[in-house]
């Protein structure tokens, strides 16, 4: 209260700035507490759905997968044919680094370690086939993955210690399908017009979701520890 009292005194309230994230958190509370008073708790999973659940996520559970993955960071710029060519031969990711010091492309080195679960469905089913020692390549709007796979080795998870899990899964799902449900009746009723950078903002998020599911020439796409951290968040948000 005291923190309060002084910034109104010091007139933050009259802030534009804070004035809109006021609203902002008005907005969001007024939301969900129509939400709230709309939605009724989802039924209970069943044993079968959570069998079916657990059949249907192999690469989280069954057939889960730790990797460890040696990353050469570039410039989307710098990608080339040669470079290309590298990366679908059998040359190593050193070969790989030693061209890009021939040619003085600045590049930086990573190590990564990710579980299969975190990663998208596709490029999980499609590191599953590829040996240790494989190139590939991952494009993201800001810069290149050049990634070899350094480590892969199973790490399956039993259906008796994934229950839990996959029951707070599959709540969360069907409760967000009920929220969504309401959604779609709103947006039935409602006169929706995007402003150009509400129509931005969108077209930014379609693309970003197209970027993380599409395969890289046909081959899976590994994340780096920075850049597609957010990726994975997203991914495992989904799944929520």
Known sequence: ???????????????????????????????????????????????????????????????????????????????????????????TLEDVANYLDSQRISYRREVVTRFSAELPAEMAASLRTMEPGALFVVKEPRQTLLVSIQESKPMPVSLSAATPQIRQLLVSKKYNDLVNVQIADLKKSASIEYLPRGEAIRKTAEQAQQDQAAPVKEKAAAPSASANDEQIKRGVAGLK
């Open 1 to 91: 209260q005291l923190l309060v009292d002084a910034a109104k005194k010091d007139k933050l309230d009259e802030d534009p700035a804070v004035l809109a994230e006021l609203q902002k958190s008005r907005d969001t509370i007024l939301a969900q507490a129509y939400v709230a008073r709309k939605v009724t708790a989802p039924s209970a999973p069943t044993d079968a759905e959570v069998a079916k659940a657990y059949k249907d996520a192999p690469d989280m559970f069954a057939q889960r997968r730790h990797y460890e993955f040696s990353e050469l960071v570039i410039e989307p710029g710098d990608m080339n044919d040669k470079l290309n060519a590298l990366m679908d031969s059998k040359k």
